[in-house]
């Protein structure tokens, strides 16, 4: 039978094959491993839908394939057949591309954490990338971690002239800034969905800016309490309740049905930058949770976004969004891309300490922080944006108030 590339996520379309983790002629059971691919939003593996013999691999390591695509044929087989699998470690193969033929190297046992392009990189260089210890998050192998596997090759001692002569020539140099960087994964991914929302959805972007100040004193008075809980988590929970006084923001436009969907859970996407890109896991039910609850969940979904151990469930279903890119820099703004349904995006800069003309003439040093709010215009107007961020400046200028809607 063929196996085939199936949808393992929100409007996936392709995925690139990381590695097989079998071998023609293996026998395998039912859920077994197949083969591990990256999407845009993660590294997932292929199971097997059936007991089988593995016959041949219709494609190849670094292949990039569309859903419904043949990736190996699988001779079907009794169970019993696939209980005589002998108990070794499960071997992996990669392409090697300086090689007219597919050649394939067997994975001695750990799984490997690298993005398909680390992985060329040590294909390339003819390295076994089992040999390299990693220094990303989960012990990820970065571009750099294999350029320094390699430079410690270089000047390792040689038995002879020759031999260091030959070593030197099989490696090659690090890329230059005018080489290529393959444009597929999650980078492709996210280039084409950010061009069907820009393309699809008419943008406006508000403007506002909003004092933090009494935020920053409240969490430092919490700290004292040993109650550790970030800014972005009161963000969240005040748009929250923003979203139950606007509905409008929470919504999906049905263009063929003539119908705007007012979600009444409040999924909240969160942007988080990898090394592989942007992913954005979502808070579910952020309605229905404390402070606390919102900090403790969005601490697990993002160090497990960087480690890349995100599930299909845990970045599906969102219904609004935010970017917190203050902590970068950035002061005074930008237009965020709406992540396509959704109808707004809200990003988050960073924080400045400025002076303030209050409402008796003084003038007095707040800490001010801009956001951008980007909205579907075909869904919502300009001034319902700006009684939205009103909203929300008002909840985090006295951000006591947040605790009081817990009650």
């Known amino acids: 039978m063929e196996v085939k590339l199936h949808d393992i996520g929100e409007g996936m379309t392709e995925a690139d094959i990381n590695c097989f983790l079998v071998k023609p002629g293996d026998a395998v059971k039912a859920d077994d491993p197949l083969v591990e691919v990256q999407t845009d939003k993660m590294t997932a593996e292929i199971p097997a839908p059936r007991a089988g013999i593995i016959k041949e691999f219709t494609v190849h390591p670094g292949d990039t394939v569309k859903v ?22 499960i071997p992996v193969y990669t392409h090697s591309p300086q090689k007219e033929k597919h050649s394939f190297m067997a994975f001695k046992g750990k799984r490997v954490l ?7 990189i040590a294909r390339d260089n003819d390295i076994d990338i089992e040999n390299i210890t990693g220094t990303g998050p989960a012990g990820r192998i970065l571009d750099e971690d294999i350029y320094q596997y390699i430079a410690s090759l270089q000047t390792k001692p040689a038995h002879d002239e020759q031999e260091q002569a030959t070593l030197n020539e099989n490696i090659k140099s690090p890329p230059a800034e005018k080489d290529i960087i393959p444009f597929r994964g999650r980078r492709k991914q996210i280039a084409r969905k950010m061009a069907q929302s820009l393309f699809t959805i008419p943008h406006c972007t508000h403007f506002e800016e909003i004092d933090v100040t009494e935020l920053i004193a409240f ?4 700290k004292l309490l040993n109650l550790n809980i ?26 063929e049905k003539e119908e705007i969907h007012l979600a009444g859970e409040h999924h909240i996407g969160i942007a988080v930058d990898t ?14 949770k404390t402070i606390r609850e919102i900090h403790a969940e969005m601490k697990n979904l993002t160090e497990k976004a960087v480690e890349n151990k995100l599930s299909v469930k845990e970045i599906s279903e969102g219904t609004f969004t935010i970017s917190n890119v203050g902590p970068l820099g950035g002061s005074f703004g930008a237009t965020p891309i709406i992540q396509h349904p959704q109808t707004a995006l809200v990003s988050f800069h960073k924080t400045k300490k400025m002076p303030v003309v209050t409402d008796d003439d003084q003038i007095v040093i707040r800490s001010m922080m801009n956001i951008s ?23 985090i200028k006295n951000p006591k108030m947040l605790v009081l809607e817990m009650v």
């Open 68 to 89: 419904g695509s043949t990736i190996l044929i699988l001779e079907e087989a009794g169970e019993e057949g696939a209980k005589k699998e002998k108990a070794v470690s």
């Open 114 to 120: 690298a993005s398909p392009f680390t992985r060329k």
């Open 219 to 222: 969490r430092k008075d919490l």
């Open 230 to 255: 970030s800014a972005t988590a009161f963000f969240l929970k005040a748009l929250s309740i923003c979203l139950k006084e606007f509905r409008v923001f929470n919504a999906v436009l049905h263009e």
């Open 275 to 288: 090394d592989e890109g942007l992913i954005v896991p979502v808070i579910k039910h952020v309605e229905n």
């Open 373 to 395: 709010m980007s909205f579907d215009h075909r869904v919502a107007d300009g001034a319902t944006a700006v009684r939205f961020t009103n909203r929300f400046a008002e909840l």
